[in-house]
């Protein structure tokens, strides 16, 4: 099937062109590995041809980059990382506790990270570049809520960025851990949110003024 099929004028059809992409590149990059997937199979996959594929992405880095920004979107939208005035302090962090656990567990996620740690050790800078691409705007988005936390003397935080990195740490835990090893299942349902709430718990009282 093939989606340079007319959607309208413009601009639909290159977001609908632009997700297809995003969707085969993902598929193929967890199944096939990043040094196997070519540009070639992605526009296969995608029903377009190669250059469009190309029209939207350099080269297959830049690809990979959208890709893994595109996963971490979907669970964490920039939106979650806002502190509306008013709003219960305790009900953003869980929040955004949810949205980070539940990306994390996903087997989509799973097998990303597992794909990085392997290609990792054969390139190096690669980990890097997957950083930049995910966890370091997520990391950036938590920053600056926390960075607005203090200013209203919410919590006491003289580090956003290292609290940020705390917060992150505290909720993958142990159970992520054993989740990426493959001896546990990822938590779901009240194991779920029992450890969130537990997370946000130390978190709170860790910076609590």
């Known amino acids: 099937m093939s989606h340079d099929a007319p959607t309208g004028p413009g601009r639909p059809k290159d ?37 469009t594929v190309y029209s939207h992405f350099t080269d297959k880095q830049t690809l990979f980059g959208a890709a893994v920004m595109a996963t971490c979107q979907t669970q964490l939208p920039d939106l979650i990382f806002e502190y509306p005035e008013g709003a219960a302090l305790e009900e953003v962090l869980l929040s955004i506790a949810r949205g980070f656990q539940a990306l994390i567990s996903s087997d989509e996620s799973v097998k990303l990270s597992r794909l ?31 960075r607005t936390v203090d200013q ?31 001896c546990a299942p990822a938590l779901t349902g009240d194991e779920a949110e029992v450890h969130v709430r537990e997370a946000v718990g130390v978190f709170v009282r860790a910076y609590r003024v």
């Open 116 to 146: 990085i740690i392997a290609q990792g050790s054969q390139d190096p800078g690669f980990g890097q570049y997957f950083y930049e691409a995910g966890p370091k705007r997520v990391v950036a988005g938590m920053e600056a809520l926390l």
């Open 15 to 51: 977001l609908a062109k632009r997700e297809a992409i995003l969707e085969a590149a993902k598929s193929l990059f967890l199944s096939l590995g990043y040094a196997s997937t070519s540009m070639d199979a992605v526009a296969s996959a995608a029903g377009v041809s190669k250059l």
């Open 152 to 182: 209203r003397g919410a919590l006491k935080i003289d580090n956003p960025l290292r609290a940020a990195e705390h917060f992150f740490c505290l909720v993958k835990g142990a159970p992520d851990y054993r989740l990426l090893i493959g």
